[in-house]
Structures are given as structure tokens and as C-alpha cells.
């Protein structure tokens, strides 16, 4: 690591059924469990962008209202309060799994990174027990 | 190995430069640049890396850790105004990332042992802020 890497945690709202569209919908009930409830369930989601780069001329490696605002507009705006599998462009046809969210998060950030520091890493939390982590280079 | 210890302390700072107007502060620095200051409670977490000694099984002895992360930045600046009263911080913009940068510069020879060195300084500035820095840059 070098410079200073600064992580910020955001919290979104919203709900999903994992119901993969290769698989019979037995062969669902069996891998998702409950997750595989027919009319969904939802977590509040934990999420913390890590960003990663040298001090600029006031001391920060970046500003915090640039990097809330990308991250509302982007991400926040997108997710909170929705129904993933409805609501979630990435997810037509593809299971909301957060390790899929975490995916389309980082996609969705870079295609609109105009931050002066690294996209370093994304970790998002489904629940306090499941954690999941992307380190950049993705 | 690596071992990770925590303190908390408690400050009131501004984030500010003195050569810009209040306007051009409150730009860049936000509610933090507010002249009289405001106050976090600061949870750092120091992580020193090392092979546990072959006689104690310790990577580092703990209650030295805990003394030294006292006499370093528990000591001076709990319960401070860091402008004020915590050099470097009178000419230098008490950011967290500048304030993790000074704890590196205060405890990483205090650590340093043959077969020990300080590998990451992680400060909270709140639950949902965070800096971590290892030393470089």
C-alpha cells in the first residue's frame, strides 16, 4: 500500500430471492434454503468503499463529499430500498447473491470513477455473519 | 504473525488552512473546518508484525505496546485540542490521514525490534471512517 487508504461505510436497504434460472425449482429450494423464499426477503447492507492514493495539498487523500456523492449517485441511489431482482437492471436473469452485488457495485463505480485516488476495495456485509471482499486490481 | 492492539482517545480539532478564508475552509473541509472546533472519539488500532519468540511465544509484549501507544498518542492527545495543544498539529491539518501519518512517525522506532516491525496504523475517525496507513507516502 502506498499514500493512505481511507474507507468509508455506507448502509442500503433492500431485498431479494436467490432463484438461479439453470436450475429446477427443487433443485433451488435445496441450494438457497430460505433464501429461496418465492416472495423474497431483505438485509440491511453494510457496505464500505476503500479508496487509495498519496495526501493531496490539504492533507486528504480524498474529499469526503465528492466520494459520498459518487457513491450516492451511483450506488446508494440504485439500491436502497429496492427489490434487487425487480428493481436492479444487473440482476434480470442473474441471482442476487452478494457476491454478485458486490460485482455489479464495483462495475457500476468504475465506469464512473472520476475520484483522484484508487478504487481499492470493496467490502459488503449481507449480514454482521457474511462478509464479502473485492481488492483491487479486480 | 501479526498482532493488533486498540486504544481510544478523545479530541476536539479543526480542519482549516490558515491562509484561506472561512469560506474556502468550509469548501473544503466541510463541518470539520467550523473555527471552535468539534470533537470525535478516535479508535485506533496498531498492528505490529513479527515471528513469536521462541522463549515467551509473544510477537511483541503487550503491556509494552499498551505503555508505549500511551506515552505516544494516549497521553498527548486525550482529551486535547489538537491545534492547539499537539504539535505538530498547530501548523499541520489534523485530517485523520495526517493524524495516522504522526502516530506512524511517533511509534514505528518505539516498535521496531530485530525481528518486529509496525506494518499498519488503522484509525477511526468515526464507525464509518476510517484510515489505514502502512508507512509509505
Known sequence: MRGVRLTRRYRFAASHRLDSPALSAEENRKLYGKCNNPYGHGHDYSLEISVEGPLNADGMVVDREALDGLVEERILRLLDHKNLNQDVPEFEGVVPTTENLASAIERRLRQHWNLAPRLARIRIAETDRNVFEMEAPF | ?137
Open chain 2, 1 to 137: 504473525m501479526l498482532l493488533t492492539r486498540k486504544v481510544e482517545f478523545s479530541a476536539a480539532l479543526v480542519c482549516s488552512n490558515p491562509a484561506w478564508s472561512e469560506a474556502e475552509n468550509r469548501r473544503v473541509y466541510g463541518g470539520n473546518a467550523n473555527p471552535n472546533g468539534h470533537g470525535h472519539n478516535f479508535m485506533l488500532e496498531v498492528t505490529v508484525e513479527g515471528q513469536p519468540d521462541a522463549v515467551t511465544g509473544m510477537v511483541f509484549d503487550l503491556r509494552e505496546l499498551k505503555e508505549i501507544l500511551n506515552q505516544e498518542v494516549v497521553e498527548p492527545m486525550d482529551h486535547r485540542f489538537l491545534n492547539r495543544e499537539v504539535p505538530p498539529f498547530d501548523r499541520v491539518v489534523p485530517t485523520a490521514e495526517n493524524i495516522a501519518r504522526e502516530i506512524w512517525t511517533r511509534i514505528e522506532t518505539r516498535v521496531r525490534r530485530p525481528n518486529v516491525r509496525l506494518r499498519n496504523v488503522r484509525l477511526y475517525e468515526t464507525a464509518d471512517l476510517y484510515v489505514d496507513y502502512g508507512g509509505q507516502g
